[in-house]
């Protein structure tokens, strides 16, 4: 079913593997559609708690759009952003349910851009990220203008954008980039720690703060009130609270279905 990526679906984990190593896991059309419908295919399975996105190797996350590829789609920039780009960040905003980076080595450019669209970011300390746009003179994209002055001030922002320079991971994690960069040697325990934790948390209840989340960057406060009110009458009739209310009263750790 796929041809450019890995996906695994166990035990509640949605596993997403970036697979052309021969070009450090750029972006093709063929790998950004695949991405988008691994994405889609976790979103609809209800078993599934946890996305977690990688890629093969050591070297790479992803090193952004692979520019051969885009130029024999025969499409321009605007079609192959609406058409394949825009898709991929809006089913990883979108999906209800936390999808976590393992971001095993650089990101650059639309590499970037796809691993700020996660929600949680860690990354490997001896590697970097990049929005590497500007130095082939075009502007970041795939929902970098968005989501970065959201995660780190416009001015830092635009130091970054406009120069393109890399971001080791321990200055990502320092201005707020990223979640967290780890030594090499400890990233998959790090990674297998937190995708347990998810894999056992209230899954409902997470995806309602990640949807309110990405509401509450262009609404006020009356409409977030609106918001929480409306989300926390929905989950007060799953079972998950009533689990999570009745291990609270009996001094018990809460077992958490997703339901």
């Known amino acids: ?11 509640g984990v949605a596993r997403i593997t970036l697979n052309r190593p021969d070009v ?16 889609q295919t976790a979103a609809d399975d209800d078993s599934v708690r946890v996305v977690l996105l990688t890629a093969t ?9 692979d520019l051969k590829e885009t130029a024999a789609s025969g499409k321009s920039a605007g079609e192959i952003l609406r058409d394949y780009y825009e898709p991929m960040i809006t089913a990883i905003r979108d ?10 080595g650089l990101a650059v450019g639309a590499g970037c851009s796809l691993a700020l669209a996660c929600d949680v970011v860690i990354a490997a300390e ?8 500007v130095q082939i003179g075009l502007m970041p994209d795939a929902g970098a203008t968005f989501i970065l002055p959201r995660l780190i001030g416009i001015a830092r922002s635009f130091e970054l954008a406009s120069t393109g320079r890399r ?16 030594s090499s040697e400890t990233l998959d325990s790090e990674i297998d720690r937190l995708i347990t934790y998810y894999r056992h948390a209230p899954t409902l209840a997470i995806g309602a703060m ?25 989950l007060f009739g799953t079972r998950d609270v009533e689990e999570g209310i009745s291990a609270f009263l009996e001094k018990r750790k809460p077992d958490f279905q997703g339901i």
Request: hydrophobic share 40%; glycine share 4%; proline share 5%.
């Open 24 to 39: 450090y896991h750029a972006l093709s059309p063929a790998l950004i559609a695949e991405i988008t419908g691994a994405v």
């Open 57 to 65: 190797g050591d070297k790479a996350f992803c090193s952004g759009a």
């Open 126 to 133: 001896d590697t970097y990220l990049s929005l590497l746009f």
């Open 95 to 104: 999906i209800p349910k936390p999808v976590v980076c393992r971001m095993n």
């Open 167 to 182: 971001i080791p991971a321990t200055e990502a994690e320092q201005i707020g980039l990223i979640t967290k960069a780890v």
């Open 1 to 11: 079913m796929y041809q450019n990526l890995i996906f695994e679906n166990n035990d």
């Open 210 to 234: 990640k949807r309110a989340f990405n509401q509450s960057m262009h609404s006020n406060l009356p409409q977030m009130l609106e918001r929480e009110r409306e989300s926390q009458e929905t």
